[in-house]
């Protein structure tokens, strides 16, 4: 079954250089979650998008911006880039509906993100 | 806002023997709980979830959870631990659709 995908998958960057990460959700997957998780921590809710929209926002850096496309791909993109911007980045899909189904993200590999 | 915590940072057991790692929720209404692993340079993978019905939920690798709800608990389990079961577990409960995590548990099966 295809899952979540990540690109890259790892990423090193110099401080106040930029960098963009890429998820494409599971086929027909409606919404994608941003999370990130830094080192010995438990993933943080970043962002998320519901039809191309931006649904709901977290502990997002405001030099931090995202979007879905129509093909409902994700694209974080993160500016002057910080040492404590090193972490493990993931993104989630699901697909919209009602009861449980609705929160049963799926995740993908994640992108390990290094600013030196 | 709904929440999980985890009590231990860390477990140890021998191969073969059980495995429970620990999970209690705060939350309004029906909860809805998960079950997160997490290999080393890996993503998340799902493992179970309770919704409603039955209070002991099979999941993946043979891992199973028991809902309590008189002790708001949530603790998954395994009969007979795997060296290969060494990872970090997370709970997470939605909070408003986006997932909430506890701090984590770092498993260690020793052989």
């Known amino acids: 079954a295809a899952g979540v995908i990540q690109s890259p998958r790892h990423l090193i960057k110099e401080k106040r250089e930029t960098a963009t990460l890429k998820c494409y959700p599971i086929?027909?997957?409606?919404?994608v979650y941003w999370y990130q998780q830094g080192p010995g921590q438990d993933p943080q809710f970043l962002i998320s998008?519901?039809?191309?929209?931006?649904?709901d926002k977290g502990s997002i850096p405001d030099r931090f911006s995202a979007q879905q496309f129509s093909d409902y791909h994700s694209e974080l993109n993160m500016s002057s880039l910080e040492l404590g911007d090193s972490a493990l980045y993931f993104c989630?899909?699901?697909?919209f509906g009602v009861g449980a189904a609705t929160y049963e993200q799926y995740f993908g590999p994640g992108t390990r993100l290094t600013v030196t | 806002a709904q929440s999980v915590a985890q009590p231990e940072d860390q477990v140890n057991v021998a191969e073969g023997n059980p495995l429970t790692v620990k999970c209690t929720y705060s939350?309004?209404?029906?909860?809805?709980l998960f079950w997160y692993v997490q290999y080393p340079n890996r993503g998340l993978q799902f493992l179970l979830k309770?919704?409603?019905?039955?209070?002991l939920v099979k999941g993946s690798y043979g891992f199973e959870a028991e809902f309590n709800k008189s002790q708001t608990s949530f603790h998954l389990k395994k009969p007979s631990a795997l060296v290969s079961d060494s990872a970090l577990y997370f709970c997470?409960?939605?909070?408003?659709?986006?997932?909430?995590f506890g701090a984590g548990t770092t498993v260690t099966v020793r052989a």
């Open positions: 939350v309004s209404g029906n909860p809805y």
């Open positions: 998008f519901y039809e191309k929209m931006q649904s």
């Open positions: 309770y919704i409603t019905g039955d209070n």
């Open positions: 989630a899909s699901l697909r």
């Open positions: 997470a409960v939605p909070n408003d659709y986006k997932l909430s």
């Open positions: 086929p027909r997957h409606d919404t």
